[in-house]
């Protein structure tokens, strides 16, 4: 199995020293020979090696520095006088890789990783000498002269430049290999979900796209026990025009927080200059029914704010205990199911308002918002007009994409089947993970895990592998986690490649 990392150890900063002399005192006779066989680069201690490994085997390596002068300033000047609008800029050395192992999947691979970390880094531009043997393997991985060639007999080497939009437009489009994502969103959409968005487009002012609607209410109404409004945007349009709601009761209310989307939901709920109170549990715990009673007494609590699915933890939240009572209390919840809607099967029935979205666990992309309610909405021209739900009651009033509502309402067909399948999904990757450290695994669709030591390196050796694990979110960086989510569409395929990879990246590590 071919793979990527950033090196960091003796053992692989000598195997570069070998690959080195190989390539560029044997092959290409830039250097002088030496007896030991090794080539420490001079700038060795200012780069950073993007290398690929064949197992545990080091086949390809290149390196990346952004300390000046550049080699290639020495030769040619600074390149800033070749290239004006260069941005920030890093050079690229020493590309090799062993001759047996020159084929597409390695040089590809490789320069998908080294793409990854500039970007990450920042970069808008690298520039390299590239030597007049591998012109065109430069040209597909996006690189194009920009200076006359220098050296001289068979070191002749040509400046060349790659930028991000190069790489994007050359390069990119060209990997057939797709990332392996195990995001909880966006989703990556299946043949069948993704042909919506390349037909003719519908007016939400058509009879198509009224039959479309209906269907796609209808669905929603069965799954959620409630009536949908849809609205065009974001789960949080949908929490906004949910909490824009509240005003008109006059009332104060309370809002729950233990983890990164309740304090989302608070901050909202500020945002409408709300008087509330806000009991907080520690992020991850849930919420004490005892507590949340003892808020109700000695006042009158008019609403309730909450997330049921709490992805920042990975902690589905016990709504239905609540729910009761508030109904004892007359007290109206109000409750996000952005993350959670689609992932488990529940009813809003004791629930005042619930957000949810197109995106997420349904499987198909973010774009339709939609509160779900039991009681009739009256327009409000108190209120912003796209948040205001009393205008969506019986129609579409503002424009809403006819390939998205197709598609979503496509998705939904899918259940109530696809409950069980994210069912077996999650159980698959709790067996798959047993032995990794568990954060938690209460939720449907997500498993949550501690990054210790030893998992950051497998992290960042993922990522430049092609494998996308959820773990860049600031909330997620702060508290030291990283998580997979089983809800896009080759979940079992992507898992198995994820569970070969993180053998050989532990056999590796361990030797």
Not at 71 to 96: F, M, N, Q, T, Y
Not at 360 to 386: N, Q
Not at 478 to 493: A, N, V
Request: glycine share 8%; net charge neutral.
């Amino acid at each position: 199995m071919y793979w990527c990392k950033i090196a960091r150890t003796e053992a692989e900063f000598k195997a570069i020293a070998k690959l080195n002399y190989e390539t560029f005192v044997e092959e290409i006779p830039q250097h002088e020979e030496n007896t030991d066989g090794l080539r420490v680069d001079p700038f060795h201690e200012q780069n950073t090696y993007v290398i690929v490994l064949s197992d545990s085997e080091l086949v390809g390596m290149i390196a990346l520095r952004a300390e000046r002068p550049f080699s290639l300033d020495a030769k040619i000047g600074k390149v800033e006088g070749h290239l004006p609008d260069i941005g920030k800029v890093c050079e690229i050395r020493l590309l090799a890789v062993r001759k047996k192992h020159r084929n597409g999947r390695v040089f590809f691979l490789l320069a998908r990783a080294l793409s990854d970390f500039c970007c990450e880094e920042g970069y808008d531009s690298a520039v390299i000498s590239g030597t007049t043997r591998e012109l065109k393997l430069y040209g597909q991985l996006g690189f194009r002269p920009f200076a006359e060639p220098v050296g001289r007999g068979e070191a002749v080497f040509v400046p060349m430049v790659t930028t991000r939009k190069q790489y994007s437009q050359l390069v990119a489009a060209r990997l057939q290999t797709r990332k392996k994502t195990f995001f909880p969103g966006p989703v990556q959409l299946s043949g069948k979900l993704a042909a919506p968005f390349g037909e003719e487009a519908v007016s939400h002012r058509s009879a198509t796209f009224q039959t479309i609607l209906e269907e796609t209410k209808e669905r929603l109404r069965k799954m959620a026990s409630a009536t949908p409004h849809l609205l065009f945007g974001s789960g949080t349009l949908a929490n906004e025009a949910m909490i824009a709601q509240l005003p008109n009761l006059k009332a104060k209310g309370l809002v729950l927080v233990n983890g990164e989307f309740g304090r989302r939901l608070k901050e909202q709920a500020k945002r409408w200059k709300l008087e509330f109170d806000v009991l907080e549990e520690a992020w991850g715990e849930p919420f004490s029914l005892g507590k949340i009673e003892g808020a109700f007494k000695n006042r009158k609590i008019g609403w309730l704010l909450m997330v049921h699915g709490e992805t920042s933890t990975g902690l589905l939240n016990n709504f239905e205990e609540i729910a009761a009572l508030c109904k004892q209390q007359e007290t109206k919840l109000c409750l996000d199911c952005v993350s959670s809607f689609g992932s488990v099967p529940f009813s809003l029935e004791n629930v005042w308002l619930a957000s949810a979205a197109s995106g997420k666990a349904v499987g198909t992309m973010s774009g339709v918002a939609i509160v779900f309610a039991h009681h009739s909405i009256e327009p409000d021209d108190g209120l912003p007009a796209y948040v205001d739900l009393g205008l969506y009651a019986n129609e579409i009033p503002f424009t809403l994409s006819g390939g998205l509502l197709k598609s979503f309402n496509q998705a939904l067909q899918a259940y109530p089947e696809r409950y069980l399948l994210l069912e077996q999904r999650l159980e698959l990757l709790k067996k798959k993970t047993k032995n990794w450290p568990v954060l938690s695994d209460g939720f449907p669709t997500i498993m949550s895990f501690r990054m210790e030591e030893e998992v950051t390196g497998f992290l960042q050796a993922a990522q430049l592998s092609g494998f996308e694990l959820h773990a860049n979110s600031g909330y997620l960086k702060t508290r030291g986690l990283f998580q997979i989510s089983c809800i896009q569409p080759q979940f079992e395929e992507d898992l198995e490649s994820l569970m070969k990879f993180h053998e050989v990246y532990q056999t590796y590590v361990k030797t």
